[in-house]
């Protein structure tokens, strides 16, 4: 593991929980898709590692109580577009990385109360969309087959 993280276990307060590699992600909620190892430890020092391969559902993702994302179509040739519903209009930022967690577009959108964006990204593979509101982010993949 190159970098771990401590994870609450609010079930069993004697026991901790890391995990790894991050990559460029620091919150356990939106992990990049990958293989991940598991340590967890008890109050004596014991632990045990497990290994676990994270997946994403396509689809659309809940934007706090009051938004949706969803991306179409996925998979892409490469152009794809993103819907965003927001009950009432805020900043929107979109951020889009590559499998290693670079950046490779970043659009910011002022007091934006939703609608369809598109986006083209010209090299194949798996890519993570962010979308970050003063309500939240919600990470959704999107696979490009050009």
């Known amino acids: 593991m190159t970098e771990q993280q401590q994870l609450p276990l609010p079930?069993?307060?004697?026991l901790t929980a890391t995990y790894g590699p991050m990559g460029h992600n620091?919150?356990?909620?939106?992990l990049l898709p990958g293989n991940y190892s598991v340590l967890?430890?008890?109050?004596?020092?014991?632990?045990d590692t497990?290994?676990?391969?994270?997946?994403?559902?396509?689809?659309?993702?809940t934007l706090g109580?009051?938004?949706?994302?969803?991306l179409f179509p996925n998979p892409s040739n490469g152009t794809f577009t993103l819907s965003v519903n927001l009950a009432s209009a805020m900043d929107v930022d979109v951020e889009i990385l590559n499998a290693l967690g670079q950046r490779i577009q970043f659009e910011?959108?002022?007091?934006y109360a939703g609608g369809l964006l598109p986006f083209t990204i010209d090299a194949p593979g798996v890519y993570t969309v962010k979308v970050r509101t003063k309500d939240g982010?919600?990470?959704v993949p999107i696979m490009?087959?050009?």
Not at 50 to 61: E, K, P, Q, W, Y
């Open 50 to 61: 497990a290994n676990v391969n994270i997946t994403f559902s396509l689809g659309t993702n």
């Open 137 to 139: 982010i919600r990470v």
């Open 65 to 70: 109580a009051t938004g949706s994302v969803a």
């Open 11 to 14: 079930t069993e307060p004697d």
């Open 26 to 30: 620091n919150d356990g909620d939106s």
């Open 108 to 111: 910011h959108f002022d007091t």
């Open 40 to 47: 967890i430890t008890d109050m004596f020092g014991c632990s």
């Open 144 to 146: 490009i087959n050009n």
